[in-house]
Each structure stands twice: as structure tokens, then as C-alpha cells.
């Protein structure tokens, strides 16, 4: 037995004396991003368990002071898995290490894309370290999402009058609204993994990398809106 509460809306349907109108409202606006995101993932191997994560350890604390000496310029930084894995010989009686693997995964946000550039740069010196991104993209809270909305709803309504004004009528009243879809901006990966040096003999200690020239792409942010209005009857 259904409920009241458990009864679904019903739809609205138009009659003579209150013709049904639905129309749709989309705006696509193009952005600059806000923040770029990168992935850190720091390696250690070795022979031994203790050693293997002794070293993974300091790595993964040199990535971490490296980040936060940008200051304000981060927004967000945290540490994913971590992990030691043994690497057993392939061949041989019973089961024996060969080496240990040890991998830390890392996460920053930066709203300066310039001392992004150079924190690239910084981070793919450090050996055994590899970078994944920047995805560029704006923040939750960001006034866009909220101007993509408002647009649609703009653009649904000038849409109704338009088609009530071709009638010869007006609108009467809105019926309903409904959010049919605001999509956020894709994060683009400008590069979609550097390789990094895996051993410091063949870097140059005293020199400082380059920085990393990065053009932020456009963004996309879509919203769309669906409504429905009653109109004045029309003589047709």
C-alpha cells in the first residue's frame, strides 16, 4: 500500500486555458583554469627491507620540503599509498628476495602556474621520481559553476518568451525547473608523464633545471536547464 509520501509528482500536463510550455536553457563558457594538479610518485629499491624503506623515507620527505617551500602558492598537498613490495627470484629452490620496491604517491595543487613550471622542473631532477600532470582545473567553490547556471536559466527564459511572443501571448507562470546537466571543466594533462633521471651520476649538481614553460589551456564549463511555463491562451 502507497503512501502519500510514497506517491511520485505528478507530471504537468497544459490544457486549453493553461497551454504547457518546455523549453531548454545551455550556456558553455571558456575559462582560464584556477588551480593545476600534480602526481608525485617517489621510488626506493634495495636489497633490504629496512633499507629500501629507510631510503623511500627520505626521498619522499626531500619531495615534501621541496613542495611546501613554495609557501601560499599550494594550495593542497597529501600523501596517497605507500607501499614495499618484495621482488622474489624467478628461479631457484624456495622463495627468496631478490630486491624490495617501495613507492610513495603524492598530490599538489597550485594556483601559480609559473612556480608550477619550476616546481616541475625541480621535482623530475630527484631521482627515482616521476611526475604525472598538471590537470588544470577550477575550484568547487568557484563563482563559474555558479555564472553557468544563472546563464542557463537566463537563456530558458528569454527562449520562452521568444516562443510565446511568435503565439502572439505571454507566460503565465513557471511550472518547473530542473538542472539537466552542468558539467565541470575536464582536467587536460599538459604532458601525461615525464620520465625523470633514475640515477644522480648523470645530473649536474650545481645546476638548476630550467623551468618548465607551461600554457594553461581554456576551460569548459556547460550548464543546462530545463523548464516549464504556462502561457496566456493564444488566439490562434
Given at each position: 500500500?502507497?503512501?502519500?509520501a510514497?506517491?511520485?509528482?505528478?507530471?504537468?500536463?497544459?490544457?486549453?486555458d493553461?497551454p504547457?510550455l518546455?523549453?531548454r536553457?545551455?550556456?558553455t563558457?571558456?575559462?582560464?583554469?584556477?588551480?593545476?594538479?600534480i602526481?608525485?610518485?617517489?621510488?626506493?629499491r634495495?636489497r633490504?627491507r629496512r633499507?629500501?624503506?629507510?631510503d623511500?623515507?627520505?626521498?619522499?620527505?626531500?619531495?615534501?620540503?621541496?613542495?611546501?617551500s613554495y609557501?601560499?602558492t599550494?594550495e593542497?598537498?597529501?600523501t596517497?599509498?605507500?607501499s614495499?613490495t618484495?621482488?622474489?627470484t624467478?628461479?631457484?629452490?624456495?622463495?627468496?628476495?631478490?630486491t624490495?620496491h617501495?613507492?610513495t604517491h603524492?598530490?599538489a595543487?597550485?594556483?601559480?602556474?609559473?612556480a608550477?613550471g619550476?616546481?616541475?622542473?625541480r621535482?623530475a631532477d630527484?631521482?627515482?621520481t616521476r611526475i604525472?600532470?598538471p590537470?588544470?582545473a577550477?575550484?568547487?567553490?568557484?563563482?563559474v559553476?555558479?555564472?553557468?547556471?544563472?546563464q542557463?536559466?537566463?537563456?530558458?527564459?528569454q527562449r520562452?518568451?521568444e516562443?510565446a511572443?511568435a503565439?502572439?501571448t505571454t507566460?503565465?507562470?513557471l511550472?518547473?525547473?530542473?538542472?539537466?546537466?552542468?558539467?565541470?571543466?575536464?582536467?587536460?594533462?599538459a604532458?601525461d608523464r615525464?620520465?625523470?633521471?633514475?640515477?644522480?651520476?648523470t645530473a649536474?649538481?650545481?645546476t638548476t633545471?630550467e623551468?618548465?614553460?607551461?600554457?594553461?589551456?581554456?576551460?569548459r564549463?556547460?550548464?543546462e536547464?530545463?523548464?516549464?511555463f504556462t502561457?496566456?491562451p493564444?488566439?490562434l
Amino acid at each position: 500500500m502507497t503512501t502519500p509520501a510514497d506517491t511520485p509528482p505528478a507530471t504537468p500536463h497544459g490544457t486549453p486555458d493553461a497551454p504547457l510550455l518546455t523549453v531548454r536553457g545551455e550556456t558553455t563558457l571558456e575559462v582560464d583554469p584556477e588551480i593545476a594538479r600534480i602526481g608525485i610518485t617517489v621510488t626506493a629499491r634495495g636489497r633490504d627491507r629496512r633499507t629500501t624503506l629507510d631510503d623511500l623515507t627520505r626521498r619522499n620527505a626531500t619531495v615534501l620540503d621541496l613542495v611546501k617551500s613554495y609557501g601560499d602558492t599550494v594550495e593542497h598537498l597529501a600523501t596517497g599509498a605507500v607501499s614495499i613490495t618484495p621482488e622474489l627470484t624467478p628461479r631457484g629452490r624456495g622463495e627468496r628476495v631478490r630486491t624490495y620496491h617501495g613507492h610513495t604517491h603524492v598530490t599538489a595543487e597550485l594556483t601559480d602556474f609559473t612556480a608550477l613550471g619550476e616546481l616541475t622542473t625541480r621535482l623530475a631532477d630527484l631521482d627515482l621520481t616521476r611526475i604525472d600532470g598538471p590537470w588544470w582545473a577550477l575550484r568547487p567553490t568557484s563563482p563559474v559553476h555558479r555564472q553557468a547556471r544563472r546563464q542557463a536559466v537566463h537563456e530558458a527564459v528569454q527562449r520562452a518568451h521568444e516562443y510565446a511572443d511568435a503565439l502572439g501571448t505571454t507566460l503565465a507562470a513557471l511550472i518547473q525547473l530542473t538542472d539537466t546537466g552542468t558539467q565541470g571543466p575536464h582536467p587536460r594533462a599538459a604532458f601525461d608523464r615525464r620520465a625523470v633521471r633514475m640515477s644522480a651520476a648523470t645530473a649536474e649538481p650545481d645546476t638548476t633545471p630550467e623551468p618548465l614553460d607551461l600554457e594553461p589551456p581554456r576551460l569548459r564549463v556547460q550548464a543546462e536547464v530545463s523548464a516549464q511555463f504556462t502561457m496566456v491562451p493564444p488566439h490562434l
